[in-house]
T-cell receptor, first 112, second 117 residues
Framework: DVKVTQSSRYLVKRTGEKVFLECVQDMDHENMFWYRQDPGLGLRLIYFSYDVKMKEKGDIPEGYSVSREKKERFSLILESASTNQTSMYLC???????????FGSGTRLTVV | AQKITQTQPGMFVQEKEAVTLDCTYDTSDPSYGLFWYKQPSSGEMIFLIYQGSYDQQNATEGRYSLNFQKARKSANLVISASQLGDSAMYFCAMREGFGTSYGKLTFGQGTILTVHP
């Protein structure tokens, strides 16, 4: 069964900490995405990657960075976590040229 | 400007009845795709149905159909014969065809559907 795996389901971090959210897919997909989901706002794109070592800013990249050193792994980094980054984070992947997106189960991050 | 708009924060439907969830979109790209996803309380995003901008017929997948009105830029989801398990958050999303935006999905705000027995 094809999968997108997010390393943590729930995470609690302190303000100012550096936070890593990991996403791994086993489908050899070229494209990977990080979204955050907030009530009333839907899912908003933070960053995406077309291929290894390539990254593009999404709609709300401020306060985040990403890393994609290997095709299967796409990491979201909060350089200095703040309380307004408390949210649900969803990772997705997609094979280039197709319309099928596969989502992970999400990481609910709380910054205190 | 909002590219995907879902104007119904919450909807209620009686079991076995049909329900329509509204979605309007805004794009100047002639090539685009429209998606509906279901998100139960467990959090995973479940793909329901897809409509391409050049598709001549409305998409259907089992109890789900997409009422695609291109001139009105609307892509409403119709769920027939609602079941209790249909209670969830529903998202409409769009992928635009060309340029650097290609491949990324833009989502609406979501509609919470509650099915009553």
């Amino acid at each position: 069964d094809v999968k997108v795996t997010q390393s943590s389901r729930y995470l609690v971090k302190r303000t100012g900490e550096k936070v890593f959210l990991e996403c791994v897919q086993d489908m050899d997909h070229e494209n990977m995405f990080w979204y955050r989901q907030d009530p009333g706002l839907g899912l908003r794109l933070i960053y995406f990657s077309y291929d290894v070592k390539m990254k593009e800013k999404g709609d709300i990249p401020e306060g985040y960075s990403v890393s994609r050193e290997k095709k299967e792994r796409f990491s979201l980094i909060l350089e200095s976590a703040s309380t307004n980054q408390t949210s649900m984070y969803l990772c997705a992947s997609r094979r280039g040229g197709t319309y099928g997106y596969t989502f992970g189960s999400g990481t609910r991050l709380t910054v205190v | 400007a909002q590219k995907i708009t879902q104007t119904q924060p919450g909807m209620f439907v009686q079991e076995k009845e049909a329900v329509t969830l509204d979605c309007t979109y805004d794009t100047s790209d002639p090539s685009y795709g429209l998606f509906w996803y279901k998100q139960p309380s467990s959090g995973e995003m479940i793909f329901l149905i897809y409509q391409g901008s050049y598709d001549q017929q409305n998409a259907t997948e089992g109890r789900y159909s997409l009422n695609f009105q291109k001139a009105r830029k609307s892509a409403n989801l119709v769920i027939s014969a609602s079941q209790l398990g249909d209670s969830a958050m529903y998202f409409c999303a769009m992928r635009e065809g060309f340029g650097t935006s290609y491949g990324k999905l833009t989502f609406g705000q979501g509609t919470i559907l509650t099915v009553h027995p």
